[in-house]
Each structure stands twice: as C-alpha cells, then as structure tokens.
C-alpha cells in the first residue's frame, strides 16, 4: 500500500469517527432501507416511485405508522451534496413536505414493505435548469421516529448535451482458497459464489448489464486465479476439515460448490464476450509486481503476466487484451513501469492515491487519464480514480444500505457532470479487489445498472480513453511506496524448486501436465497475499509441495538394494537391476563410475511405470578385491538427479598373486631338494 493511499484511509476513518449520523442513520430496533427509486427524472417522467423497507429487529410490534415525505431544493455544489447524503445534514429550501398515515404494522422480528410515489413537477423541481433534490423519507410510530433515508432524486430538465465521459472498471478477485496439496481450507469460496454473496452478486449484476441494448461498456479484469479456483471446484473438489491433511469432505461435480462453481464459470464466459465489456489482464497469481523486481525476480513479471493471459483464456473462452493491465493492489513503481512499457502494456487500471494528481481548477474532479514516465522515454497511461469517489465508496460500510449507497454514488458522479455539464471531461472510477473488499451485498446490481441507464455518463474503454491521451499537462508521478519483498532464502528456494521441474521435464517421456501444475504451484508462492506472512509458511508450503512432487519423480529410476555383484576377469560385464517407481514412464541415462575402473561406462534407457530391468556394461577393471561403484542417474541434460554406491569383489587379480604365490613355493621346494642333495652328496 502506498504512502498516500495509507494517508487516505486514515483521513477517512477520522473523517468516519466524527461525522454526524449517516442519511439512512437508524434511531430504533426498526432498520428502514431502500429498496428502489428511480436513477433519474424528467419533465416526461415525473414522478418518482420509491420502494422502502422496514425491518424489525426487535420485540416490539410498532403500530399507528406515518411516513413525513420532504423534498428539498437541489444541492447546489459537490460539498453540498457530501453535506446532505454522505454526512446527513439537512440543507437548502423545503419544496414540499407531507405526512403519509399507512396502515399496517411492523410486527417484531418481521418487516414491511412501504412506497412513497411523488410528482416532481407538482413538487416545484426546477423546469428550467437539471439539478441533484434530496428526499427526505422519515417513518414514525406515533411520534417516534423509526429511521430516516435521505435519497438523491437526479432531475434532467433536457438530455445532457456533453455527458460525462467515464471509464469504469469492474475486478473480480478472490484470495487463494486451496492448500498446497489440492484441498481448499473452507467453504469461504462457495458461500461468495450464492446469489447473496460478493462474487455472487457481482456476476450477477455484470450479466445484467453485458445483455442489455446501448452502447455502455465495462472494463473487466477477473483474477485468473478466482477462475483456476472456480475451474478445480467446479470439477469437483475436497474441502480440507482439519490439520489432518486426510481429513477432507468431498464436493461432487455438479453438486453444492460445484455447481455454484460450473454456473459462476458459464456466467462469466458469455460476459467476457459481451460487446460490452473490455477485458483487461491480471498477472496470474496477483502477485506484487514491485516486489518481484525489488526480490530479484524480475523475469517473472513477464512470467505471470503470460500465465494469466492463458488461464483467462484457457477458462473463459476469451484472450484479455494484453495492453490493459491492472497491477494487483494498484502497487506499481518505476521498475516495473519500465518491464511493463517493454511488453507493450499501454494502460493501468489503478486506485485513488496510486499518482499524484494536480490540483484542479475550482476543486473540480481531475481527468481519468495520467501519463507516467517508464523510461527511456516511454509512457504508460493510468486511470486514476476520481478521490472523491473512492472516498465515498471507501465510507460505505458491509452494513449500510447498500440500494441507498448506489444511488447516493451515482448521484455525486451527476453532481460531478453538473460542475461543468458543457465541457467535455473524463471520469474513471474503479470497483477492484481494493475498494471493494467491504462494500454492502446489495450494492452492485443498483450500481451497474444506474451506470448503465444515466444519460449524464457516457461509458467508454480504458484503452479508448488512454488513447485520447496529449500533452504534458496530463503527466503524473507516482506516490511513494511501500512494499515488502521475498526474503533471499526464499528466492533461492524458488529457484532451485524451478530448477527441479525443469530438469524433470526433460526426464518425463509423456508430461501430461505435470510439469506445467508444479510451475504454476510456484507462480502461487509468489502471491502478495504471501507477504504479510512472519515467515512467510503459507508460500512455502507450495514450494515444499513442488519440491516433494519433483523430488519423488527425480529419484524415481534407482538400482535395486542387495545386489552382490562378482568380478573374475579385468575386463568383465557389470550387472546391474533398475527399477521405475513412479506411475509414469521415465527416461534417464544411467552411468557407472569408479576409480577402480579405466573409465566411466553409461547406457541411455527408458522405463515404464512400474518396471525392472537388468542392464549390462562392460568395464575394465584397475584393481581387485571389494570396492565401490558408483551409479548415477542421469536427465538427459546432464544433470545428475541420485547416486547410488554398489560394492562389487573382482578375483581377477587374486588368482594371478596366487598363481605368483605357488610358482615361488615350487621354486623355493626345487631350491631345497637341490640343497638336500647336495648335502647327501657331500656326507657320502
């Protein structure tokens, strides 16, 4: 997280703290939320129908119901409009105001179901000049007061002439759920992808918006690992139940998570296809491209980067533009702008405080599109967030109303467009993994909808926006960052694990994907989410898991044990019996070394899964009696992967010091029957 963006979160929880209660602030057990109401009004659409909700969480049954309906006049400025539905101040002259009697009652621990319908020209809206009115809905029991919305009515005397021109962009991500081993750690994933959760929602309400008739379009970046995530569930899946690593609940294909899985998976095929959406690319395990470059891994941006353009495609059917990129966590700095412009990424999608804006004209909102520097001079355009709206939406709480925070967003962005509605200027806003982490179930369907249905917008590509990008007056520079990076030791151990599958690779006489998952399971050990682990155990839990899985397969083609091997001649043949343990063909070179022997000798083999076999070599032997040979197994590289020792007892030589042995004895036993005659010769 940059320094700005941490300046910004701050500023905003004291911002939080003390302000005054919310426009759906709640004074009772009764939660009053809004359900709908119009995205905008026109002398051809008067009235405003608005659907409300109150819920009970209490008790108490409450009775003798009143709705008091206020309209006030429209809010002249961006500060009035924070004043009056971000922070919950009345402001500005009463239009008109009425109390409604409704019959019914709020029984506890039950709700109701209220509409308030207004004509905006009878009211006394303005007919000459478009403008944002509040609404003030407030519902009584008797008179206590229950719970008040306040709900930005958008009023458009004649269609814009020069619409806001928004480049907006939508990313779909989820943390890793799966263990090294295959089996996810909960049902965390599965509960998002319901009607009622986060991914859920969103899919859902992007559908939506990719069917419907115009000329709106989105940009979208899905996380190539929420789509390997959801392509292993959906194929069926274990789910992991305790730290017993055999302890694991099995979700069948098509059933539970699956299902939500397969269907999530078909929903996000036909929206990526969708004229109306713009496909960005993420890098394939979200890692923190800053600190790839800063652990000295820098080969590996392009790594991932290719990664998730394939899985993207491989799942969804569609190939992401590759010059649009979001850096997952918006965290960016001068060397990888550098590695990106290399590739020819020409666009960012970014988060508010990633650049440093100047600071415009009248306080008006800055344009969409920077330029950054990459060096040698090379550009990259970013899209950088309006701050305003990201700290709206940064406000909004998994608990609020998540109806009334969609309009109250897409109302700033109209009161935005009002600040100069002749003038022709551009808007990005972002809806990522950052700024929507805690954003209300609820709020996205109003919200792309409103989007897609505002005549005060008009939504275009980042890469067309980007485009449109001139002149100096639009370069930025990015705020400072802050970044962890691997420790040596743990890049180290990548490396060597790489090392590994790449030397298997060769060895494999049929991969079948095998080496392709062991490089994928260490691109995940290089997930952000990884650096805020002490000692980083949930990364390197993947590259043990390679480790162990390379390692079985490399030491897999090995000699048999209790081989007893005789030698009787200097030049004699070597037997000796292999077998392949692994489940699969391997290919190896076996070869034989010793300094008892003249020279090496090798063979090349290959070896079926399961099989033995005795090979035969022929050696020349330097000495006798018991020693070592050693047997390398060897890939085709030439990397030795194991060595084995095997004692063997050569005779050879033994006979022939034995033979020396009786020739001397025979010789010595000549010399002295010589002597005994001589002897006797001599005494007779």
Partial sequence: MTRARLALAAALLAVVATMPLPASAQMSSVLLTLRSAPVWNAPDRATAVVSVLAANAGTTAYTNLALDVTLRSAVGSRNAFDETFIEGRDA??????????????????????????????????????????PLRVELFSGESSLGVLRIPLVYLVRPPVEPLRLAWSVVLDAPIRFLPR????????????????????????????????????????????????????????????????????????????????????????????SRHVRLGSMPYAAPSLPSLAASGLPGDVNVQLDAGLDETERILGVRPDPSVVRPPGSAIDGATLALLANRGVGTLILDAGTVVLPEQPLGFAPPAEVSLD????????????????????????????????????????AAIWQEAPGTERTLAVALTEVSTAVLPVGFYGPFVEGIGAAPWLRTRGAATIAGDLTGDGATATLAPQIGATFPSDYVQALRESRRRVRI???????????????????????????????DLTRGRGFIDQVDGDASSLLGSIRPLEGQQVTLTSSRSVVPIQLENIAPQP??????IVSQHLTEPVQTDLTLDAGERRVLTFDV???????????????????????TTSLFVRSTELNRQALAIVVGAALVLVALWFRRLARTRKAAG
């Fill in 92 to 133: 500005g002259r009463v239009l008109s105001t009425a109390r409604e009697l409704r019959a019914g009652t709020i029984p506890a621990d039950g709700s109701l179901d209220l509409t308030v319908s207004l004509d905006l020209a009878a009211a006394g809206v303005d007919q000459n000049d478009s403008g944002i009115y």
């Fill in 586 to 591: 391997i290919r190896a070179t076996v070869r």
């Fill in 620 to 642: 020349s032997l330097r000495s006798s009696g018991r020693f070592p040979l050693q047997v390398e197994i060897v890939a085709p590289g030439g990397e030795v992967v194991s």
């Fill in 374 to 413: 990459a060096g040698e001079d090379a550009r990259i355009a970013g899209l950088a967030p309006d701050p305003a709206i990201a700290g709206t939406l940064a406000t909004i709480g998994a608990g609020d109303d998540p109806v009334l925070a969609a309009h109250v967003v897409l109302g700033e962005l």
């Fill in 504 to 534: 298997l690779a060769t060895m494999l006489v049929a991969d079948d994907g095998q080496t392709d998952r062991l490089r994928r399971l260490l691109l995940l050990a290089e997930s952000a989410a990884f650096l805020g682990d002490a």
């Fill in 182 to 273: 295959g089996a996810f750690s909960g049902d965390d994933l599965a509960a998002e992808l319901k009607p009622t959760g986060r991914l859920g929602e969103q899919i859902a309400a992007l559908s939506a918006f990719a069917s419907v008739p115009g000329n709106a379009v989105v940009d979208l970046i899905v996380s190539p690992l929420l789509l390997e995530q959801l392509d292993r569930m959906r194929r069926g899946y274990a789910v992991q139940m305790s730290d017993d690593p055999y302890d694991v609940r099995a979700v069948a294909a098509g059933k539970g998570g699956a299902l939500l899985a397969e269907r999530a998976l078909e929903s996000l095929a036909l929206v990526a296809a």
